[in-house]
């Protein structure tokens, strides 16, 4: 689960959201390219010279086809190249795409006659309404191409100077801004709905992470640490695989919390937090049960490495020193002048191993009194669960 609240990742997820949108419309684009140059060759077969439209028709075929091979290799290798190259093939395959419909057909109807004309300008015009459906996440790339399919076609009638042509290319100009300002608006409301999209997106992911993270040291806390133990748990016995639990409780905590403060207690928490996270895969999952007891599972982990990592971490956390505190105290001379003194605190925690069982309650109650017949023992040790000896009552020890 990852939070992501800058600006610039925000900008970068709400552009390949984007590029995943025009890619998911290339396959039906490009297959109703091909069928509707087909349809275009038939309508003009008896107005316009066989060898252009031949030659018109197997360069949009073509071109339609690259198109259709890119989105193919984009759906299979998408994560082989970034956003920005993605974005570039794009764009470098529809220039072609783009210039065999425009400048293609007004090339086939040029010499045609007024109906063979209305054919191709109708086409056309329906080309750009689809242009405005699947190129509308990339402003420039909707507007390069309804200029492309609308301009030369409007130039075209224009040139003809006749009174059917000039009103064909005032309603194509008409037309065209038409889209474009329908272009713009569309891109700006497509761009507030990924906007939103990716706020709630992240508000979401933020609630989970805090219904699933203890605030103070950032592990997993006690719900988050069932979920995901009780779904460990099954994969291995599913396959047979080893799996362990380890419980251990921080030594004479109370007495921190009670002599020092709970500042320096909550100090305490994080600092052996920090110490074993770093000792553990990224396998494991680690969390604060609550108070000073955490708790650690080992997927895939036989009973002998699990106490072996145990003593690592007892070692780990012996050796790790708390920050200084500040201590004020009075002079015996002047009771107004205060003196400042600065300790460091070691801090130790018994261990409780298990590994003889697939029920994760089970596995935690018996690491948990594997830990408390440390703490009985001598504290600062790791204890393997044994049945005889966790049968021993254990004391309130702190």
């Not at 290798?77 to 956003?83: E, G």
């Not at 006659?113 to 015009?125: A, I, K």
């Not at 988050?224 to 921080?250: G, H, N, T, V």
């Not at 003593?311 to 400042?340: F, G, N």
């Given at each position: 689960m990852q939070l992501d609240l800058n600006d610039n990742n925000k900008q970068d997820w709400i552009h390949a959201q984007k590029i995943k949108r025009i890619y998911a419309g290339i396959?039906?684009?490009a297959t109703l390219a091909i069928i509707s140059a087909v349809l275009l060759v038939v309508l003009l077969s008896q107005r316009v010279a066989a060898s252009k439209l031949w030659v018109w028709l197997v360069m949009a075929v073509l071109c339609a086809v690259l198109r259709l091979i890119l989105a193919y290799y984009y759906h299979k290798r998408q994560d082989t190249k970034s956003i920005h190259t993605w974005e570039a093939l794009y764009k470098y395959?529809?220039?072609?795409?783009?210039?065999?419909w425009s400048?293609?057909?007004?090339w086939l109807i040029y010499d045609a006659d007024f109906m063979g004309q209305v054919f191709g300008y109708s086409f056309l015009v329906g080309g750009s309404g689809a242009a405005l459906t699947w190129y509308m996440p990339l402003r420039k790339v909707v507007f390069s191409v309804l200029t492309a399919f609308l301009l030369p076609v409007t130039i075209m009638f224009l040139l003809k100077a006749e009174l059917e042509s000039v009103f064909l290319a005032c309603a194509g100009s008409a037309l065209l801004i038409s889209l474009l300002r329908v272009a713009n608006v569309q891109y700006k409301d497509l761009n507030y709905m990924l906007d939103m999209a990716y706020e709630n997106n992240q508000a979401k992911l933020q609630a989970q992470h805090l219904a699933s993270t203890d605030s103070l040291t950032g592990l997993n806390n006690r719900r988050a640490f069932f979920e995901q133990s009780e779904?460990?748990?099954?994969y291995c016995e599913r396959y047979q695989l080893p799996i362990s639990f380890i419980m251990f409780d921080i030594d004479h905590f109370k007495s921190v919390n009670d002599t020092y403060g709970h500042s320096i207690g909550d100090k305490m928490l994080v600092e052996v937090a920090g110490v074993v996270q770093n000792l553990l895969r990224k396998s494991d999952v680690f969390c604060r049960m609550g108070g000073e007891e955490f708790a650690i599972i080992l997927p895939n982990t036989p009973l002998d490495q699990a106490v072996n990592l145990a003593?690592?971490?007892?070692?780990?956390?012996?050796?790790?020193?708390?920050?200084?505190?500040?201590?004020?105290?009075?002079?015996?001379?002047?009771p107004q002048v205060k003196t400042s003194q600065y300790r460091t605190l070691h801090v130790t925690a018994s261990f409780g191993v298990a590994n003889d069982h697939y029920n994760v309650d089970a596995m935690l109650q018996h690491a948990d009194e594997a830990m408390y017949v440390a703490k009985h023992l001598g504290r600062n040790r790791v204890q393997l669960y044994q049945p005889a000896a966790s049968e021993q009552p254990p004391s309130a020890l702190g």
């Amino acid at each position: 689960m990852q939070l992501d609240l800058n600006d610039n990742n925000k900008q970068d997820w709400i552009h390949a959201q984007k590029i995943k949108r025009i890619y998911a419309g290339i396959y039906t684009s490009a297959t109703l390219a091909i069928i509707s140059a087909v349809l275009l060759v038939v309508l003009l077969s008896q107005r316009v010279a066989a060898s252009k439209l031949w030659v018109w028709l197997v360069m949009a075929v073509l071109c339609a086809v690259l198109r259709l091979i890119l989105a193919y290799y984009y759906h299979k290798r998408q994560d082989t190249k970034s956003i920005h190259t993605w974005e570039a093939l794009y764009k470098y395959t529809l220039i072609p795409y783009a210039i065999a419909w425009s400048l293609g057909i007004v090339w086939l109807i040029y010499d045609a006659d007024f109906m063979g004309q209305v054919f191709g300008y109708s086409f056309l015009v329906g080309g750009s309404g689809a242009a405005l459906t699947w190129y509308m996440p990339l402003r420039k790339v909707v507007f390069s191409v309804l200029t492309a399919f609308l301009l030369p076609v409007t130039i075209m009638f224009l040139l003809k100077a006749e009174l059917e042509s000039v009103f064909l290319a005032c309603a194509g100009s008409a037309l065209l801004i038409s889209l474009l300002r329908v272009a713009n608006v569309q891109y700006k409301d497509l761009n507030y709905m990924l906007d939103m999209a990716y706020e709630n997106n992240q508000a979401k992911l933020q609630a989970q992470h805090l219904a699933s993270t203890d605030s103070l040291t950032g592990l997993n806390n006690r719900r988050a640490f069932f979920e995901q133990s009780e779904s460990l748990a099954s994969y291995c016995e599913r396959y047979q695989l080893p799996i362990s639990f380890i419980m251990f409780d921080i030594d004479h905590f109370k007495s921190v919390n009670d002599t020092y403060g709970h500042s320096i207690g909550d100090k305490m928490l994080v600092e052996v937090a920090g110490v074993v996270q770093n000792l553990l895969r990224k396998s494991d999952v680690f969390c604060r049960m609550g108070g000073e007891e955490f708790a650690i599972i080992l997927p895939n982990t036989p009973l002998d490495q699990a106490v072996n990592l145990a003593e690592r971490l007892r070692v780990a956390i012996e050796a790790a020193q708390i920050e200084t505190m500040q201590i004020e105290t009075m002079q015996k001379d002047d009771p107004q002048v205060k003196t400042s003194q600065y300790r460091t605190l070691h801090v130790t925690a018994s261990f409780g191993v298990a590994n003889d069982h697939y029920n994760v309650d089970a596995m935690l109650q018996h690491a948990d009194e594997a830990m408390y017949v440390a703490k009985h023992l001598g504290r600062n040790r790791v204890q393997l669960y044994q049945p005889a000896a966790s049968e021993q009552p254990p004391s309130a020890l702190g």
